[in-house]
């Protein structure tokens, strides 16, 4: 087994209860929930091209929420309200490598549990348990007896209902996270100035993550190519009249993630037309943030960043036509093809590893027009959620250069238009939103959206 001194860490007492407090507090509200006993595995390390070279272990999501460590090739059973951890002791040779490892009674102690056992114990004390679809090891390598693959949704089911909503302890570390973040995205745009290819930029974000014991939630984007959306590619250099597109979040140690983008010129000051299309961004932005409160439909949220961002496009003379009809034709979504957000929480896309039964309402299903199958939430939003908000501009070549062969757009889109554009490849920003009992708060607000105010961060303002 790997070592585990490298990877396990003493947990602090988080929002005023012990871990061991608030683990047992979502075991009660998940027995609510579901009667059933449930076994969740952590996952196991993988080995970078030889055993012992592993890459770094992020343990399942489910098993973390109710565990509150990442411990490697570990279970935990739950049965009415009580946790049963099953892992090995560290091997004789493990301290050699990685230091002393807190035995398994004592992290069983840590995580309020009532008995700990070598995983060689499951086959014979966990007989019926349900599991989540993907848990397959727990059968195949300790011969577990589990129950009915029917079962499966209604655990699902269980989960999503509990995690939709967020307890003191998972606030406050998403909170931690995302003021790393913040400090993170204030380096990139200082260090901007100075630096010759994005990953100088990249190298001055992630440090400060780093240095707060932090990782990243997810693979930073940080590109002069905000067209190309999921851009993991850092050797572009940088030139004065470019814009630079961050997407860059950090994960507390728990788990807990976060999700900030920030788009700002690489020569301090936006252009004229650099700041026309940030301004419309901007708009849906603030206007998504106003309308967020108990109630309200996520989905609704989205349709209202495509009508201002269509508003916004024919003001500046990009479309043609009434915004309402070009939202309705989905000619928008040749610039904002994307939906407005989606659930955030121990994944940057929480829970999304179960598909869209987290993201959508029971009974709603993706729809297949081209301005909304790429919606990730469309649920009514509740006190305790948490959410992005993060439109954005594209002029995405696979998706415009179609579009105007095929003259489909001709009366829509003003194509002679678009070299005005040329220096603004893609523009997004990107909040994280905390529904509260009568509207939202955004827990990324101390970083600038405003053109000024991100002009000022440049300067070290």
Not at 86 to 110: K, V
Not at 386 to 392: A, D, H, Q, R, S
């Amino acid at each position: 087994m790997t070592g585990l001194g490298s990877i396990i860490q003493p947990r602090p007492a988080e929002a005023g209860a012990s871990l061991a407090q608030v683990l047992q507090q979502r075991r009660t509200r998940l027995a609510r929930r579901f009667a059933y006993p449930i076994l969740l595995w952590s996952g196991q390390p993988v080995s970078r091209n030889f055993p012992a070279n592993v890459y770094p272990f992020r343990a399942s999501s489910h098993f973390l929420y109710f565990a509150g460590q990442a411990l490697p090739q570990a279970a935990v059973y739950l049965e009415q309200e009580q946790l049963t951890l099953f892992m090995d002791e560290p091997d004789a040779g493990a301290a050699l490598w990685h230091g002393p490892s807190p035995s398994r009674a004592e992290i069983a102690a840590q995580l309020g549990a009532v008995a700990a056992y070598p995983l060689a114990e499951l086959k014979h004390r966990v007989v019926g348990a349900v599991t989540l679809p993907g848990s397959s090891a727990l059968g195949q390598w300790w011969d577990v007896s589990l129950s009915s693959e029917a079962m499966s949704p209604a655990l699902v089911e269980a989960l999503v209902d509990l995690r939709l909503t967020h307890d003191k302890a998972a606030l406050s570390q998403i909170r931690t996270a995302a003021s790393v973040s913040v400090q993170a995205h204030r380096a990139g745009m200082a260090a901007t100035p100075q630096a010759a290819t994005e990953a100088v930029v990249r190298a001055a974000m992630e440090q400060v993550i780093i240095a707060h014991n932090m990782t990243c939630a997810y693979n930073s984007i940080v590109t002069t190519h905000g067209e190309v959306l999921h851009n993991e590619q850092y050797h572009h250099p940088l030139h004065s009249g470019d814009l630079l597109l961050a997407d860059v979040g950090a994960e507390a140690p728990t788990g807990w993630a976060s999700d900030i983008t920030r788009t700002w010129p690489v020569s301090g000051r936006f252009s004229p037309a650099q700041r026309a299309v940030y301004e419309i961004v901007l708009a849906a932005h603030d206007a998504c943030i106003a309308a967020a409160k108990p109630g309200v439909e996520y989905r609704d949220l989205h349709m209202l960043a495509c009508r201002t961002l269509a508003a916004g496009l024919v003001d500046v003379g990009l479309l043609k036509g009434d915004p309402d009809d070009l939202v309705a034709q989905d000619v928008h979504a040749l610039f904002f093809p994307h939906g407005v957000g989606h659930l955030l929480g121990l994944d940057v896309h929480d829970m999304e590893d179960l598909g869209d039964v987290a993201g959508y309402a029971p009974g709603r299903s993706r729809s297949d027009r081209f301005g909304l199958c790429f919606l990730r939430l469309d649920r009514p939003l509740v006190p305790d959620m948490v959410v992005t908000i993060e439109p954005g501009f594209y002029q995405v070549p696979g998706i415009l250069n179609p579009a105007r062969q095929s003259g489909q757009y001709d009366d829509a889109v003003a194509w002679d238009k678009l070299p005005q554009f040329a220096s603004v490849r893609g523009i997004r920003i990107e909040d994280d939103v905390l529904i509260t009992a009568t509207g939202c708060e955004v827990l990324t607000a101390p970083l600038p959206t405003h053109t000024e105010a991100v002009e000022a961060c440049m300067q070290g303002d």
